[in-house]
């Protein structure tokens, strides 16, 4: 990982973020369709020893993360929702599982 970052120094609007955590609080999945695809969300908290953010998991990344999981995001994206902040890995990012 080039540029490790913390998730305290996150900040909204910021791309191409690389930071490791553990997940928590895996939500329940809601299910919807955008322009004429079937999605799947799903929100879980991120932690690291700087603090947490919110984590939003779309489709196949629901059934592969579990709570208690490390993970690495690379290229991830940092937005806002409802006034909260929010990490996603977005189309051009990547999540692994790194237990």
């Not at 299910?31 to 998991?57: C, P, Q």
């Not at 990490?87 to 999540?95: E, R, S, V, Y």
């Amino acid at each position: 990982m080039l540029n490790k970052m913390k998730i305290s120094e996150l900040k909204v609007g910021q791309g191409k973020v690389d930071v490791e955590g553990i997940v928590k609080n895996i939500s329940d999945t809601r299910a919807f369709n955008k322009y004429g695809r079937d999605l799947k969300v799903a929100n879980a908290l991120l932690e690291d020893d700087s603090g947490s953010i919110k984590l939003t998991l779309w489709n196949d990344d629901i059934t592969r993360i579990k709570n208690n999981d490390k993970i690495k995001i690379t290229n991830g994206f940092v937005n806002e929702f409802n006034s909260e902040k929010q990490l996603t890995a977005g189309k051009l990012g990547k999540i692994e599982v790194i237990n």
